[in-house]
């Protein structure tokens, strides 16, 4: 029969395993969670600059719109529409219509870079999560291993070392 001292061993060696387990277990889950976010954010980032595209083509859209009533009122009221300020105000149109489009564009990328960087945050934080539940894992088999070496000089009777000086000397 195994005496009481092993016993206890044993079951404090078990729980300081299947802690760190368990630890290891929610690290994992939250590492999993940042890296679900950090691709949802990657993902966000690509749409983001999707739509400014998409903004910046209706922006050239509607240049080219207003360009036309202008040359058309101008055609109307008898000014020829390719020469002098006629021509300069349609060019205005354009070149502004064009500023506004790269604006968007711009805009758009920003946003992205800002929510990319959000990914990479999130990217790191998995990482941590990971090291944080590696470590709790060793922790607890290191606990585990620690628990049993003093049991088992407790129970073979092993008397403790004193330090002295430079030297460690060991009662009897």
């Known amino acids: 029969m195994c005496s009481p001292a092993f016993v206890m061993m044993g079951i404090s060696a078990v729980a300081s395993i299947a802690q760190g387990s368990q630890q290891q277990d929610a690290a994992e889950a939250r590492a999993r969670e940042a890296g679900y976010q ?31 009533q202008a040359r058309s009122s101008l ?11 006629a021509l300069k105000i349609q060019d205005y149109i354009a070149s502004s219509s064009e500023e506004d ?20 945050t999130l990217d790191r934080e998995a990482m941590y999560e990971r090291r944080a539940g590696d470590n709790a894992m ?3 088999f290191l606990n585990a291993g620690m628990t049993a070496g003093k049991s088992l000089l407790g129970i073979y009777g092993s008397k403790p070392a004193v330090k002295s000086g430079w030297q460690v000397q060991v009662d009897e």
């Open 38 to 68: 950090a691709e949802q954010n990657r993902a966000d980032a690509q749409a983001e600059e999707g739509a400014a595209e998409v903004r910046a083509n209706r922006q050239r859209k509607m240049g080219a719109l207003v360009k036309s």
């Open 138 to 140: 060793t922790s607890g």
């Open 75 to 85: 055609a109307k009221s008898g000014v020829v529409a390719d020469a002098g300020s």
């Open 101 to 120: 489009a790269l604006t968007e564009i711009i805009s758009g990328k920003y946003k992205a870079d800002k929510i990319r960087v959000g990914a990479a």
